[in-house]
């Protein structure tokens, strides 16, 4: 079955560098990918999506980056604050007849001040 | 303009009980989805409503089941719960575009925390 998978359970960074947190997918038909930030005790929160037929997207501070070759995308966060502090999931739309979100286990980000 | 509500926020059951859960989905959303998070997970898809009618369903035994009311707003339903319902369960609304496409991008709730004892 599709899977997607994070490469680090936990990541952390010291206030205003840059962060860079990696997800894999096992799916090369799956055409939309999306990125969400959950803080303790609340739900996900969109962050940032790219479809297929782009390589990188850029919103404020964050830059999505898709690697379709060898099925990798990238969430970087510029100059990362203590507020970034949270679990990131990235979310893998299937192909297809199946649009259902697969998701990662999820990245535990922490600020260092 | 309200996002996604949900409740109760916490819940404690004992095995073998019944639960409800309701979500209000975001202010012109008609399409609510339904998740599971265990501790340290990411969400599980549970199903999706759309008219009124489950549309999508994910590998989940046939004691989840749901509803969706003719404003959008949904119930899960678990019976016979297990300990391994404990988790988090999350609602995303999202809208169904012109032709049936809907977008996957999704709103969430806060959540409901079940404790099974």
């Known amino acids: 079955g599709e899977s997607v998978g994070l490469h680090l359970p936990t990541l952390s960074v010291q206030e205003g560098d840059n962060s860079i947190i990696n997800c894999a997918y096992s799916?090369?038909?799956?055409?939309?990918f999306i990125w969400y930030k959950q803080e303790s005790g609340k739900g996900p929160q969109f962050i940032i999506d790219?479809?297929?037929n782009m390589d990188k997207r850029q919103g404020q501070r964050v830059t999505v980056l898709l690697n379709k070759t060898v099925k990798h995308l990238s969430l970087q966060i510029a100059a990362t604050q203590p507020g970034d502090s949270a679990v990131y999931f990235c979310?893998?739309?299937?192909?297809?007849?199946?649009?259902?979100?697969?998701w990662g286990l999820g990245t535990s980000l922490g600020v260092n001040p | 303009d309200a996002g996604v509500t949900q409740s109760p926020t916490h819940l404690i059951k004992t095995r073998g009980q019944q639960v409800t859960l309701r979500c209000s989905p975001k202010?012109?959303?008609?399409?609510v989805s339904w998740y599971q998070q265990a501790l340290g997970q990411g969400p599980q898809f549970i199903f999706q409503?759309?008219?009124?009618?489950?549309?999508q369903r994910g590998n989940f035994p046939d004691r989840f089941s749901g509803h969706q009311f003719p404003n959008y707003s949904s119930e899960l339903n678990v019976n016979a719960l297990l300990l391994g319902d404990s988790a988090l369960y999350l609602c995303?609304?999202?809208?169904?575009?012109?032709?049936?496409?809907?977008?996957?991008?999704?709103?969430f709730g806060p959540g409901t925390r079940l404790l099974v004892l």
């Open positions: 979310a893998v739309q299937g192909a297809g007849n199946n649009r259902k979100l697969i």
């Open positions: 799916n090369s038909a799956s055409d939309y």
């Open positions: 790219i479809r297929s």
């Open positions: 202010s012109g959303h008609d399409t």
């Open positions: 409503y759309y008219e009124e009618e489950e549309r």
């Open positions: 995303a609304s999202s809208l169904r575009l012109a032709g049936g496409q809907v977008r996957v991008t999704q709103y």
